[in-house]
């Protein structure tokens, strides 16, 4: 058998780089690339070692737990006990991962012949697996195990970050209440340009009850500037509360959204309450969040009260 040494130690050397990287994007890390070369270059050597007999005694629990040690060492610095212990945690956790992935992967992959083939049994009767897994087989599914593995863990950060933002919306108008998730947009700088009261924003489907049916229909068409010339054609309780709301779309082109005057609204954010009732509600024909974690987009002056307790409410 051949066994080009030089190769084995270029690809270890790409896969402990990955690996150590993977692990500081994990913790929000950036060593110096020279670090991460020099750690992967430790681990690397650590496993052309394998092939050298006098230097098998190095291959214990022991001595690949205290390497692991060292090359977080030397790509991240100690940094204190807990930072270090986070940090070691998430470079097992990735080495979990890309191993488990392999594994599972090529086993879905045999055929029950290969399967059958691996399994024998000792004289003890003891039943053991022979597991042979081809060099470029490891190579290719490292690589798309970590991008797999990357993608869901961004996933996850990003779901994370927007559930900070999440607050529950109480809108009511003549003792009806609506309710639903709101996502706080800080960005958000509707206003109505007469009274300058801020404007959030609601799915149309929230209201649909207390609406005509034909104006969902034409709010889709986007033909909210049509409903204010209509109004009294059809019959609707709150046509005194219908604003028009000028707003500047994508495109860039002016648009126009149908809004109600509430009596109050109320946002309930991270445990802290805001009640205002100088306020548009902005209704959009849609759906606000593909997934549908939020059915309001919440102006930011909204929860101004609720930052600052001496504000009162708005």
């Known amino acids: 058998m051949v066994v080009y040494l030089d190769l084995i130690f270029l690809v270890n050397l790409v896969i402990d780089a990955v690996l150590i ?24 050597a650590y496993v052309v070692m ?42 097992y956790i990735v080495n979990f991962v890309a191993a488990g992935g392999i594994l599972g992967t090529h086993y879905l992959v045999q ?23 081809g060099f470029w087989f490891v190579l290719c599914m490292f690589a798309v195990v970590m991008i797999i593995f990357k993608t869901v863990q961004a996933a996850r950060q990003r779901s994370e970050q927007l559930g900070s933002y999440l607050g529950e919306v109480e809108a009511s108008i003549d003792g009806v209440s609506v309710r639903c998730t709101g996502l706080l947009d800080t960005g958000n700088q509707l206003v109505d340009p007469l009274t300058r009261i801020p404007v959030m924003i609601m799915e149309l489907s929230l209201w649909s009850t207390y609406f005509p049916e034909s104006w969902e229909r034409k709010l889709k068409n986007g033909e909210a500037d049509n409903l204010v010339t209509e109004l009294g054609e059809e019959e609707f309780r ?33 445990g802290l309450r805001s009640t205002s009732k100088r306020v548009l509600i902005g209704l959009d024909s849609g759906t606000l969040s593909s997934e549908g974690r939020y059915r309001a987009v919440i102006h930011p002056d909204l929860i101004v009260a609720s930052l600052n307790p001496e504000v009162g409410g708005i």
Do not use: C, H
Not at 36 to 44: E, K, N
Not at 57 to 80: P, W
Not at 111 to 133: D, H, Y
């Open 238 to 270: 709150w046509q005194d509360r219908l604003r028009l709301i000028p707003y500047r779309g994508i495109n860039k082109g002016t648009a126009f959204m149908l809004a109600l005057k509430p009596d109050e609204v109320t946002v309930t954010m991270n």
């Open 50 to 91: 394998m092939f050298f007999p006098p230097l098998t005694f190095a291959f214990t629990f022991l001595v690949k737990f205290m390497l692991s040690v060292i090359m977080l060492l030397i790509s991240f610095g100690f940094g204190g006990l807990q930072r270090f212990l986070r940090t070691l945690g998430a470079f």
């Open 111 to 133: 055929n029950p012949g290969e399967v059958m083939n691996g399994i024998w049994f000792s004289a003890s009767g003891g039943l053991s697996f022979e597991l042979k897994i």
């Open 21 to 44: 990287m993977v692990t500081a994007w994990m913790r929000k890390l950036r060593p110096a690339w020279w670090r991460v070369l020099l750690s992967s270059t430790v681990g690397a």
